[in-house]
């Protein structure tokens, strides 16, 4: 083994099932498609056209993929083995290997695909850096962005503390719902639903609105006052029950605010839970672990949440940095090594 100690050796073992188990909170068994649209973890293959699968998929199916994952999208169908997942069969005929479909199922038509599909986020269309400080925040109201991810730092200046909101509304989906939004906040329960709301982008534009030339100003003219009405909004804690009791406040039933919290948005109000399998209690975590880790090596993107994914590869890479270092020839079997459990501690 190089010059890896076996005690070295067994503790990064202990590392990688401590986050193979934190990644897998259940045995991926199940594909979600046959349930429609659901609540789920969701996550993208970039190897196949950007489609989402469910997560039993993402990590039985798409084996070999560029995966990333995406947390959870409301409303949302797995693409695994459907029309729309141009992969190849498996070796037995089957498009989705959970399923077991030969030929490809109807995909959803509801599906949405915004630009975390192509495993960018945020304003500023990056893809996620675990090592950054940023802390990312999802938009809860999702109708526009498709529940985009952004930094704290991409939001606006003067970012209210983290601890000081619940939720957050970005100012895409905030400007598509301002009538709403400014009913909301205007109404006497308002102050017990909104923490804050934050302008975008504002002092950016005095900056830059500086008029160089006249063609130039009333470009900028126009950008200014583009975003001086766009806004984010940082719900408090409980908004959802408020938002219920505002709800519930208005007579009329055909009042838009109503219809708008009634049917366009009831998920602000009562969200539909996230997606898990019943617990059939069958198999225990440990086993769980272990044969994923047994499994094979292509693995480490099976498991690939987006951090413990690149964790995962830094461990490798320092795996297998002697091996560089000395000349020596990175065997298959010492990669698989690497991912395989040493045979004493299993049953
Ligand atoms: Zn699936
Ligand atoms: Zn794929
Ligand atoms: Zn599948
Ligand atoms: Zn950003
Ligand atoms: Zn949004």
């Known amino acids: 083994m190089s010059d890896i100690s076996a005690s070295e050796y067994i503790s990064r073992q202990d590392e990688l099932e401590q986050e193979a188990r934190e990644l897998m909170p259940w045995e991926p068994k199940t594909c979600t498609y046959e349930m429609g649209p659901l609540k789920q973890s969701v996550f993208a293959c970039r190897s196949h056209k950007n489609i989402g699968l469910c997560y039993s998929c993402s990590i039985q199916c798409h084996t070999k993929c560029d995966i990333v994952e995406l947390f959870t999208k409301r409303h949302f169908t797995c693409d695994c083995g459907t029309e729309r997942d141009n992969q190849e069969p498996g070796e037995e005929g089957f498009r989705c290997q959970l399923r077991k479909n030969r030929e490809s199922d109807v995909p959803s038509l509801t599906n949405r695909y915004g630009q975390n599909f192509r495993g960018l986020f945020c ?41 000081s909101f619940d939720a957050y509304i970005c100012w895409k989906c905030a400007k598509k719902y301002d009538y709403y939004l400014k009913r909301i906040i205007s109404h006497p329960l308002g102050e017990k639903i909104v923490a804050h709301t934050l302008a975008h982008g504002v002092e950016e534009d005095k900056e830059d609105s500086k008029p160089t030339s006249g063609m130039k100003r009333s470009a900028n003219e126009v950008d200014s006052q583009h975003n001086n009405d766009e806004y984010s909004i940082f719900l408090k804690e409980g908004f959802s029950e408020k938002l219920g009791e505002l709800k519930d406040s208005i007579e009329d039933h055909n009042d838009k605010l109503y219809l708008f919290l009634n049917d366009l948005v009831p998920f602000l109000i009562k969200d539909e839970p996230v997606y898990e399998p019943a617990d059939d209690g069958e198999d225990a975590p440990d086993d769980l672990v272990s044969n994923v880790l047994r499994n094979a090596m292509h693995r480490e993107q099976a498991i690939a949440g987006i951090s413990a994914f690149n964790a995962l590869k830094m461990k490798l890479n320092e795996f297998l940095k002697p091996f560089a270092e000395t000349g020596n020839v990175v065997k298959e079997e010492d990669i698989k090594s690497f991912f395989q459990r040493p045979e004493e501690t299993s049953k």
């Open 123 to 163: 304003e500023c269309e990056k893809e996620y850096d675990p090592d950054s400080n940023d802390t990312m925040i999802q938009c809860v109201l999702g109708t526009e962005c498709n529940e985009d991810w952004y930094h704290d730092s991409c939001m606006g200046k003067k970012i209210p503390p983290l601890e």
